[in-house]
């Protein structure tokens, strides 16, 4: 079973939708986690960290259940430059190891 | 420019050849990781270091590859006798310290022909 997994896609949405990524990891010692965005054939680039509370910023809200074991990420009212790849991180081995699931890959269509 | 630099950009090597990157972290960043990504994959991860140490190493680094970071700032990747199966972007990432957000360099695209 891999550290992170995700559900590679893709999400296909028109403009204005409502979109929501799920992401699971397997060590329930991981403490920290992240999701990022990727564009084509460019860097991994931080969309915002995963609290146990929750969080939002804009448009964009984040979610961690440490019982289920699962991340989630919630896009409103998506826009057409919301398309891209979004990766769901964690720290495992101990907070020392950045892994990566394989990414899931939205596109927000007219 | 205050970001995570990585050269070359791109690298287009014949097999068996050496090739050598280099990762300039963002200053006074603690930990720097390699990462290699192949198309339609996340970033799979290679090794990192805290300062001028190496604390970890993939099973994928195989003999063949080998990390410094000497003086804790700069690091470097080195690939011996490439194959073609080394094709992929290769990804600089450094954060402050253990357990926080790091920050990517824009990669080097290897290909190996």
């Known amino acids: 079973r891999k550290e992170v997994e995700q559900d590679p896609g893709p999400f296909n949405v028109p403009e204005g939708a409502t979109v929501a990524f799920n992401c699971t990891y397997s060590?329930?010692?991981?403490?920290?986690f992240f999701w990022y965005r990727q564009d084509c054939r460019k860097e991994p680039k931080l969309l915002m960290s995963?609290?146990?509370s929750g969080n939002e910023d804009g448009r964009f809200t984040a979610q961690l259940n440490r019982a289920s074991q699962y991340i989630s990420l919630l896009i409103r009212d998506s826009k057409l430059s919301d398309s891209a790849t979004y990766l769901c991180v964690g720290f495992t081995g101990g907070g020392n190891k950045l892994t990566f699931g394989t990414g899931t890959q939205l596109k927000v269509e007219l | 420019d205050t970001g995570v630099s990585q050269n070359p950009r791109h690298k287009i090597t014949k097999r068996g050849q050496n090739v050598t990157f280099r990762c300039d972290p963002i200053?006074?960043?603690?930990?720097l990781y390699w990462y290699r990504q192949t198309l339609g994959q996340g970033p799979e991860f290679l090794t990192y270091?805290?300062?001028?140490?190496?604390?970890?190493k993939s099973r994928l680094l195989s003999d063949r590859f080998s990390a410094e970071r000497p003086k804790g700032s700069f690091s470097t990747l080195e690939i011996q006798r490439t194959e073609q199966g080394d094709s992929a972007m290769y990804l600089c990432?450094?954060?402050?310290?253990?357990?926080?957000?790091?920050?990517f360099g824009q990669g080097t695209r290897l290909t190996v022909v």
């Open positions: 200053s006074e960043h603690n930990r």
């Open positions: 270091f805290q300062n001028e140490a190496q604390l970890e």
């Open positions: 995963v609290y146990s």
């Open positions: 060590n329930s010692a991981s403490q920290s």
């Open positions: 990432a450094s954060s402050p310290w253990t357990d926080t957000e790091a920050f």
